[in-house]
Each structure stands twice: as structure tokens, then as C-alpha cells.
């Protein structure tokens, strides 16, 4: 296999039909047209393994389809893209050329530690540095500054808010030094990905610590927290109609679907994933959302094709999703977050990934337990067990469980117990089927759905408080 080539040795005459580079997109920005707030691409910054830069372009319905390989802290490797002249007035580095990716790109995530590579990267540029080149104008730069000031806004003729305000800037180093702006409102709500390194931390924390903490719009930290997935919310919708473009939830206007976002009617949604999941360690639990492409990527499979294989009400939880119960997630929650402080916190996650070696010991060992109730009885079969005496089991063949198994009183249910990541038949098909019937068979109950739920051989605290503040107290009231 040839090796990588370096970007600053692409021309027009290469070859990129058979031709790899390796890298990472280091910045990812929605290119917007201010004339019709519009989105037309996502534009990046990416460098290569040699630490060569090279703006690129990638389409916004291919930057979702690829947003699980395709972001900013992981290393790639891309084949099969094309070269565009890049604008004079439009270049975050000075290259006669972009990447652009298309629908036939293939792109493949590298080990993280096989280049040297920054996961982030600006080109900080003075005041006075703006003003000499401002002939030469660049419609990318990176300032650090404060603000200082706001225009007012301001109403129209139509009595509608200005779409252009005023911003005065600040440069710290040189206190005299400032600089005007203008910001032109678009009808698109910028969603900013990018965060400064001087100022941004990746903190590990527990569950607890992470309830205590205080999240506001000027915590720039990240924060990572183990856990395993105990259970999920079916009091609420799993996922939700929404727009094909924007993937904002979809409205009713009138009897149909209607985008308030991009203001126009849809005629189908998209569903996309809003799953709830309430996850644990050792210290505690907390309440998680996972949204579009991050529920995919626990799930395994698109929320268009759980929802196609669901049968029941949006209320029920299909079996795809109830089988990432008892899985160990390593789970990104951003600081900027405006969470009431309380109780009730449920935290919108921003990446999700498998958890270190060294946060392994803060988990609990999950035991999974499938009970399911039988489908079908026969009227005969239901009375001869009635009947039956007891016969104790064979010494020789009694079975004793494993330390830390859950063990429940007989009873005319099946209890299976398996760890998290075995599969094990039962008589009631958890997607619903239902066996087929002797004729001499009468049916008198009805298929129960299939219940799970996750114990622990050390109950975290504040999740299985029963065993650990009761037990003690009854002993010492025991004779």
C-alpha cells in the first residue's frame, strides 16, 4: 500500500481517485450565506500527518451521514475526494486548493496515537495586524478580544428587529486598540463546535461529582463520567419527528408538518433519536440524553429502521434499544449547559465512547436480569401443575449460584440471569412472537412484554438504598 500523501503536495494533476491522506479535521464550521441565511456546506480546517494545513468542504446532509467518523478529536484517513480552487476572500490558510468531500469519499478512523496531531488549532492575529492587511482582506481571522460594547437593536419600517448590530472589540495587549464589527443576522442559529484550548478542560469526574456540579453558559469545561445503562425512560418519546434539514422537531400549521426553523411546510419527518437513559457508578446515578447520530451510534442501527420494526405504541420501548441496558459508555457532558440546580438534572451528552482501563474500577459489575412471564398456559397443563407434588432436585444435580446472583422465591415466571453482554433464549420472544399452539391447547393469558432490569453485587449509593441502610438496623433489632 503507498504511503499518505502529504496536502501540500496535492495539485489538480493528482491522482485522488487512488491517492490516502491522514489527518484530523482540527476546526468544522457551518459556511452560511448571510444574503439568505442559508447553510450550503460545512467548511474545516484539517492537518495532516506531516502538519500540513488545508481548508476543506463537505456537504451538510454528508457531514451528518459521516458524523460519527467525520469530527473534530478523531484521527482519519480519506480516499476518493476531489480538489476545488479556493476563494481569495474566503481562505482560513493559504492554499491554492481545498478538499472537497462528496458522497463517494470513504473515510476510515486511525488508532488516536498514531500521529502527533493538535486536536485544535486558530491562527491568532493582532488589531494591528487586521488593519495593515485589511486591503488584502481575509474573511476568516481568529482575535482574541473582549467586548466592550453593543449597538442597540434596533426596529425596521416593518417593525421587525434590525438584522445587522453593531459590536465593539477590545484587544487586551494593546488597551487603546479597538475595533468595530458589524453582525449580520441570518435566520440560521449558529451552533458552535469549537473550543479554545487555553481555555477549555477535559475533567474526568464521577457520577456525584458531576451532580454537584454548577453548569452555566460560561463553564467552558468538558466533563467524562463512566457509567453503566440501568435502565431508560419510557415516560417519554424515544425519538421525534423532525425536519430533514435541520433536524429541529417538527410542528403542526394547520393539520401539517411544519418547520419553525427553516419556516416550510414538510410533507414527511425524519425520526431521530432522543433517547433518556439513566446510567451508574459507584457514587450515584444521573439521567443522560442521547440525541440523533449519538443514539445511533449506541443503538447500532437508524431510529427510521427501530421505528420500522416496532409494531406497538411510540410508549413502548422496542428491543434494539432495550438491549443497550447493562452496557459501560464513557459519556462527554459539555459545561455550558443552563441546568437547574437540583435533583431532577438530566444532561444532554455531546460524544460517547468505550470507557479507559483506569475508570474501570468505578463501575459496579451489573447483573441483567430477563423476566418474562409465560406467553401461553393450557388449561390442562395449568391444572395438572396444580395437582403435581413437589419434588425436591437431586442432590447430584442442584446447582449453586454464583456470589452476588440474584435469587428470587419460586414463582410461575421464568427469571433468567446472564451478564450484560450474553444473550440467552426465553419463552416469551421479546420482540412479541408468539409460539405456536397445540390444538388441544386453550390459550388464558396473554403475552406479558419482557422485563429488565439491572442489580449490582455492591449497590451504588443512592440507587439500592434498601440493602444498605435497612440491612444493618435489622440485624441489631434481631435477638
Known amino acids: 500500500m503507498n504511503p499518505p500523501v502529504p496536502v501540500l503536495m496535492l495539485t489538480p494533476t493528482t491522482d485522488t481517485e487512488n491517492v490516502r491522506i491522514h489527518g484530523r479535521p482540527v476546526r468544522i464550521w457551518e459556511a452560511t450565506d448571510a444574503r439568505i441565511g442559508r447553510v ?18 463537505i456537504p451538510v446532509s454528508e457531514y451528518q451521514r459521516q458524523s460519527a ?40 478512523v486511525l488508532p488516536p496515537g498514531l500521529y502527533e496531531i493538535p486536536r485544535h488549532h486558530f491562527d491568532f492575529v493582532s488589531f494591528r495586524e487586521i488593519g495593515v492587511s485589511i486591503t488584502h482582506l481575509k474573511a476568516v481571522m481568529d482575535v482574541i478580544a473582549r ?45 458552535i463546535h469549537i473550543i479554545t484550548p487555553h481555555r477549555a478542560n477535559l475533567i474526568q469526574v464521577s457520577m456525584a461529582q458531576l451532580m454537584a456540579l454548577y453548569l452555566d453558559n460560561y463553564n467552558e469545561n468538558h466533563y467524562q463520567c463512566a457509567g453503566v445503562i440501568m435502565s431508560i425512560n419510557n415516560r417519554f418519546d424515544w425519538y421525534y419527528e423532525s425536519c430533514p434539514e435541520c433536524r429541529r422537531k417538527l ?37 443522560f440524553v442521547l440525541l440523533g447520530k449519538l443514539g445511533e451510534e449506541v443503538v447500532g442501527m437508524p431510529a427510521q429502521a427501530v421505528v420500522a420494526l416496532q409494531q406497538q405504541d411510540r410508549k413502548t420501548i422496542p428491543a434494539p434499544l432495550m438491549d443497550i441496558i447493562g452496557k459501560k459508555f464513557l459519556f462527554t457532558v459539555a459545561g455550558k449547559q443552563r441546568i437547574p440546580y ?14 479507559p482501563p483506569e475508570m474501570l474500577d468505578i463501575l459496579p459489575q451489573p447483573i441483567l436480569h430477563i423476566e418474562a412471564a409465560p406467553v401461553f398456559e393450557s388449561v390442562s397443563s395449568a391444572t395438572s401443575a396444580q395437582d403435581e407434588p413437589h419434588t425436591p432436585p437431586h442432590p447430584s444435580t442442584e446447582t449453586t449460584p454464583p456470589s452476588g446472583s440474584h435469587i428470587e422465591d419460586p414463582a410461575p415466571k421464568q427469571t433468567l440471569t446472564a451478564t450484560p453482554t450474553e444473550h440467552h433464549g426465553s419463552r416469551a420472544d421479546p420482540r412479541g412472537k408468539r409460539p405456536l399452539l397445540k390444538e388441544e391447547d386453550t390459550p388464558v393469558e ?26 444493618p438496623a435489622k440485624q441489631q433489632d434481631e435477638p
Open 251 to 287: 410542528g403542526r400549521n394547520g393539520g401539517q408538518l411544519w418547520c419553525d426553523h427553516c419556516k416550510i411546510r414538510r410533507a414527511n419527518g425524519v425520526p431521530w433519536y432522543k433517547i433518556r437513559v439513566q446510567a451508574v457508578d459507584r457514587t450515584g446515578d444521573c439521567q
Open 40 to 57: 450550503y456546506n460545512m467548511a474545516f480546517l484539517f492537518i495532516d500527518h506531516t502538519g500540513g494545513k488545508m481548508q476543506g468542504i
Open 147 to 191: 467586548i466592550v460594547g453593543f449597538s442597540d437593536i434596533v426596529l425596521t419600517q416593518g417593525n421587525q428587529p434590525s438584522r445587522v448590530r453593531g459590536m465593539y472589540l477590545a484587544d487586551n495587549d494593546v488597551p487603546h486598540d479597538g475595533m468595530p464589527i458589524t453582525l449580520h443576522a441570518t435566520a440560521h442559529t449558529y451552533n
Open 69 to 108: 467518523v467525520f469530527r473534530e478529536d478523531n484521527l482519519c484517513e480519506i480516499t476518493r475526494f476531489t480538489l476545488e480552487g479556493s476563494t481569495p476572500d474566503y481562505q482560513v490558510v493559504k492554499h491554492p486548493h481545498i478538499l472537497s468531500l462528496t458522497r463517494e469519499t470513504v473515510m476510515t
Open 446 to 471: 396473554t403475552p406479558n412484554p419482557v422485563r429488565r432490569k439491572l442489580e449490582f453485587n455492591e449497590p451504588p449509593p443512592g440507587i439500592l438504598q434498601s440493602s444498605a441502610e435497612e440491612g
Open 342 to 355: 437540583q435533583q431532577n438534572r438530566i444532561y444532554t451528552v455531546v460524544s460517547i465512547g468505550a470507557v
